[in-house]
């Protein structure tokens, strides 16, 4: 064993980093890997006089912004580097390592068991059901764990957790465990949004990004929106220094009224592209299945996906097969990119 090795922390030593779309990268000049808008950006103001100094732990102007927005009080929210950090400090607050554990329910987003692996945690299934819903009986029959994490609308398939659902859960735990709903797609769908629960449950926590809907993947900005207790318990633990100034700064611009229209319009022609390519997904050979989805992309399993990968990679479009974890086979995540981009997907899936 070299150095390195005898010396690491012994449970990182098989860890595998998150596969990201990033980090698998692919050839190509349409990418629908990785649920980003295709939209690019307007240029914004930054003022730079201040960047001799440290930012502000918290930004009292940016937690107002948000508070608008999301319609919790300004503590009852954190703001972090994306929702991933938002989830690895759920983890880091809740999990002794070595001893604890938390619940993820797939298919579902891959990073909950990447940040609890890298923490020491162990991690607990509880599949979803043939419908992709959650199984209360499945995750509470794992108690005794600290985290549950529900992902709504879930990445990789779409569909949301109803609230019924959701009270359901939380009143068969009761305190035993906290209970995490990731919103990372809550904006194409507002209607579904959980966070006005969280009054109403002292276990129940929201995260939230810009990286999808307010297509600021490229920021790194999330928030998490939890009971005060909650959030001064993060506050512990999260580095002294989390949101840099200019991302502050820009995040303040696409949350005031003109920021949140736009992205408003951007969701409505997302949703219409989405709906329209789901309508002509149906008319082509080798479609098998096409999940309904709240969020900007679709799950969209073929009778031959390795086929139909290399048809799509021919055509420059790089798109995701996910982990395939459970109930997921023969499927590809497509994100929903601009009418043109989706053009050239369903040309290729047509062989033309
Ligand atoms: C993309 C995504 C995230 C990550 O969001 P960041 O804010 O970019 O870290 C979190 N959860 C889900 C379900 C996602 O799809």
Known sequence: MNVID??????????????????????????????????AHDSYQIESSD????????????????????????????CTRGADEGIE?????????????????????????????MHGVSVRQAARTLEFDLDVDAIHSLVP????????????????????????????????????????????????????LIGEYENLVVVRTLSKAFGLAGLRCGFVLANPEVIRLLSKIIAPYPVPGP???IARQVLNQTGLARMRERVNDINAIRDQFVQELGGIAGVEHVLVSFGNFVMVSFADEEATL??????????RKPYTQGLIEHGIRITIGTPEEMQA??????GQ
């Open 145 to 196: 764990v600290k985290v549950v994490f529900v992902c709504s609308p879930n990445n990789p398939t779409g569909n949301v957790c109803g609230e019924v659902v959701i009270r359901d859960l939380m009143a068969m735990l009761g305190g035993q465990a906290m209970v995490v709903i990731d919103e990372a797609y809550v904006e194409f769908c507002p209607e579904h949004s959980l966070s006005s």
């Open 345 to 350: 997907v369903l040309r290729a899936l047509r």
């Open 310 to 319: 290399h048809k799509l990679s021919e055509a420059g479009i790089v798109t």
């Open 247 to 249: 991302v502050e700064q």
């Open 6 to 39: 005898k010396l690491c922390a012994p449970h990182l030593l098989n860890v595998e980093p998150y596969q990201s779309a990033r980090r698998l990268g692919g050839t190509g000049e349409i990418w629908l890997n990785a649920n980003e808008l295709p939209f």
């Open 51 to 78: 960047f001799h100094r440290y930012p502000e732990f918290q930004s009292p102007a940016l937690l107002a912004s948000y508070s608008q927005y999301c319609g919790l009080a300004v503590d009852n929210i954190l």
């Open 89 to 117: 400090l759920m983890v880091r607050a809740f999990c002794r390592p070595g001893l604890d554990e938390i619940v993820i329910t797939p298919p579902t987003y891959g990073m909950y068991q990447v940040s609890a692996q």
